[in-house]
């Protein structure tokens, strides 16, 4: 199993990214696609959560914001990232687990992709 992140880079402020999450080694279709995020410092914090029906989560400092989505047949997630602020500052992380399907907190997730670096800066 690997799920592998892509598409981090450097943003001004109000700018956007969009990171896709590949995932190998087992069929997403049936397992819960998250988003997770970790600054200097800080505690990961789960972003987002697709489930394999296609309801999506969000944490409230991204909501309104950051849209995920999901391409079973590319076996791919996706975060859409707009209005991006320096405070979303981080290495991005995608996480897949089948049992949850409601949970923002990464301890419930099995398997885990390298991060990839998220800075946003003028």
């Known amino acids: 199993v690997q799920l592998q992140a892509s598409g981090g880079g450097l943003v001004q402020p109000g700018g956007s990214l969009r990171l896709s999450c590949a995932a190998s080694?087992?069929?997403?279709?049936?397992?819960?696609l998250g988003w997770f995020r970790q600054a200097p410092g800080k505690e990961r914090e789960g972003v987002s959560l697709i489930t394999s029906d296609g309801t999506t989560f969000y944490s409230n400092s991204v909501k309104g914001r950051f849209t995920s989505s999901r391409d079973n047949a590319k076996n791919t997630s996706y975060l859409q990232m707009n209005s991006l602020k320096p405070e979303d500052t981080a290495v991005y992380y995608c996480?897949?687990?089948?049992?949850?399907?409601?949970?923002?907190?990464?301890?419930?997730?099995?398997?885990w992709g390298q991060g990839t670096q998220v800075t946003v800066s003028s």
């Open positions: 080694g087992f069929t997403s279709d049936d397992y819960s």
């Open positions: 996480a897949a687990d089948k049992y949850t399907d409601d949970s923002l907190d990464w301890e419930d997730y099995d398997y």
